[in-house]
């Protein structure tokens, strides 16, 4: 098992950048894929980014790609939401979630998701 825990949120003017960060407990870390989603008030969850558990294998939600870039440090156990160019349809409760995934691959389907943290607000103003 393990267990993630978001840190980094806040509120940032537009064109603002925030760094999210996804602190992983466990010795095997480097097995999980990780992801991150978000869901605004009286909205479904959504996918935003996710990363292989090398790191080898991004895949970002259309909404965010080229303004976001996931990373991850297994020797740390942490994963990192770089987010720039903010906009204020990005303000959401950001999470971030594991699942154990032997093939190396990334998951953008939340139901695939095991593990979650408890979320971390951002909050962009226009």
């Known amino acids: 098992q393990v267990q993630v825990v978001e840190s980094g949120g806040g509120l940032v003017q537009a064109g603002g950048s925030l760094r999210l960060s996804c602190a992983a407990s466990g010795r095997t870390f480097s097995r999980y894929t990780v992801g991150w989603f978000r869901q605004a008030p009286g909205q479904e969850r959504e996918f935003v980014a996710a990363?292989?558990?090398?790191?080898?294998?991004?895949a970002y939600a259309t909404s965010v790609k080229g303004r976001f870039t996931i990373s991850r440090d297994n020797t740390e156990s942490t994963v990192i939401l770089q987010m720039n160019s903010l906009k204020p349809e990005d303000t959401a409760v950001y999470y971030c979630a594991a699942v154990n995934d032997y093939r190396g691959a990334v998951r953008t389907n939340r139901d695939e998701y095991d593990y979650w943290g408890q979320g971390t607000q951002v909050t962009v103003s226009s």
């Open positions: 990363v292989s558990r090398s790191g080898g294998v991004t």
